[in-house]
């Protein structure tokens, strides 16, 4: 398992009102694009109204349903971020709807084609967007506080990452630092969390590449590239490319009231 370079492109601003009006980075070969960006709760009325123009009726009628509209409206700037992206890329025309898979993650449309693949992740203010092109990717962004039972879900982890865990020094944040690394693999493969949690294992110390120790069925470890995602405040977060990744770049869109 090699370590891709973990590159970090200029911030880009912009005015909540014109949120998703950005002009994207080239996207090299064997290549994987982050893009993060914090939604405080003062930019959530602007954004929510730019995100019509790139989500469908169906996307906005499931946000309806959400219990909070701050989480509503994150996820919302979520997949139109990602259909922006198709768009500026060339795989899509408009709001067309994702294809899902048969756990649900969703796909874009012709990936067969194109071969542009996407992921989505959102924990409280924070979105982050994955793309790559003709390989596998998997994102996730969670909380750095861990809940009270942490050790409890532990114990459908992987033997390994359980004794990992009971012996950190950190051991609330190694649980935080493993459950994304794990949750952005299960992504990767297009499983989530129909993946058995016991069956692949990841390292849950503070090196922040190549920590995937047991690879999932079916997949060559040697073929995973891993990484985690750096200064996300009060989160962590990680990246999983199955296939051939050179790099990771990082690119953060700052949202201001106005720019």
Request: hydrophobic letters at 45%; one cysteine or more.
């Amino acid at each position: 398992m090699t370590v891709p370079d973990l590159l970090t492109i200029p911030a880009a601003a912009l005015s909540a009102h014109s949120a998703l009006e950005i002009a994207f980075p080239a996207l090299p070969s064997h290549s994987v694009l982050c893009i993060g960006v914090t939604l405080a709760p003062e930019l959530l009325s602007a954004v929510q109204a730019c995100c019509h123009a790139y989500t469908s009726a169906s996307e906005q009628e499931r946000a309806a349903r959400f219990l909070h509209a701050a989480d509503a409206v994150r996820h919302l700037y979520g997949r139109a971020l990602l259909r922006r992206a198709a768009i500026a890329y060339g795989v899509m025309s408009g709001v067309q709807e994702f294809d899902v898979n048969p756990w649900g993650k969703p796909v874009l449309p012709g990936v067969a084609l194109h071969g542009l693949q996407g992921n989505v992740s959102h924990s409280g203010a924070q979105i982050w967007v994955a793309l790559a092109r003709g390989f596998d990717v998997g994102i996730d962004i969670e909380s750095a506080q861990a809940p009270d039972d942490f050790l409890d879900i532990a114990s459908a982890f992987h033997p390994q990452e359980q004794q990992s865990i009971r012996e950190a020094q950190d051991a609330p944040q190694a649980m935080m630092r493993c459950w994304s690394r794990k949750e952005a693999v299960a992504k990767a493969v297009g499983l989530g969390l129909s993946l058995p949690l016991e069956s692949y294992a990841v390292d849950s110390g503070v090196a922040t590449t190549g920590w995937l120790r047991h690879a999932p069925a079916g997949t060559n470890i040697a073929d995973w590239h891993c990484a985690d995602l750096r200064q996300i405040g009060d989160h962590v977060g990680a990246v999983a490319v199955y296939g051939n990744c050179r790099r990771i770049l990082i690119w953060q869109l700052n949202i201001q009231e106005k720019t």
